[in-house]
């Protein structure tokens, strides 16, 4: 069985910075893997659309269908998206959601932090990871999107490329994987980092 499939997201962001940035950008849209992403008003994951899935889920508005251009190469390397990021004040609620549609969660990584513990739940919605975060510091009421991280071919060309905009290479907590942040001067108008592989 296939799954759920992410389709689309709707991104608030002006369309240049993501082309400054590297995106093969054509008519307010671009195409990464099998993901379309569509710039909008706004900031942040303005909405998802997922194959088969007409309603919200838990909150997570849905996206119009939009006319998006096909693949192309990014000259950033990027080619894939390996991980959103949902933030939700209750994580089972969000799980249960979640399996109503079709999707399971696949495991869950606990952390104990300085404000109280870190749950993660992560979930597959076709190649993308879907990471639902719960932490007590997230404001009570519906699932809300955060975040993206891409995969990149080659992260030190990334680095290069993109210079002052993304930080500094680290390792990630995947063994084997290293991270960078986008800054947010960079105008992609949301939190992104790009990841090796």
Do not use: C, K, Y
Not at 107 to 130: A, C, K, S
Not at 131 to 144: D, L, N, T
């Amino acid at each position: 069985m296939v799954g759920v499939r992410i389709e689309q997201l709707a991104i608030g962001a002006d369309a240049s910075s993501w082309a400054d940035a590297g995106f093969a950008v054509d008519a307010g849209g671009a195409r990464v893997g099998e993901v379309a992403l569509h710039f909008t008003e706004g900031e942040g994951i303005r909405a998802w659309r997922l194959e088969g899935i007409d309603g919200e889920i838990d909150g997570l508005p849905v996206s119009p269908v939009e006319v998006v251009p096909g693949e192309a190469e990014h000259a950033n390397g990027v080619t894939r998206i390996d991980h959103i990021v949902v933030l939700t004040p209750d994580l089972e609620r969000t799980t249960r959601a979640l399996e109503v549609v079709g999707t399971e969660r696949r495991r869950v990584r606990e952390v104990d932090t300085d404000d109280g513990p870190l749950r993660q739940g992560f979930f597959r919605l076709g190649e993308v990871i879907l990471e639902v975060i719960e932490h007590p510091r997230i404001e009570p009421g519906p699932a809300r999107f955060w975040g993206i991280t891409f995969a990149v071919a080659d992260l030190d060309a990334a680095a290069e490329l993109l210079g002052e905009r993304l930080g500094s290479i680290r390792d990630a907590v995947q063994a084997g994987r290293r991270i960078a942040t986008v800054h947010r001067q960079a105008g992609l108008g949301l939190p992104v980092a790009m990841i090796s592989g």
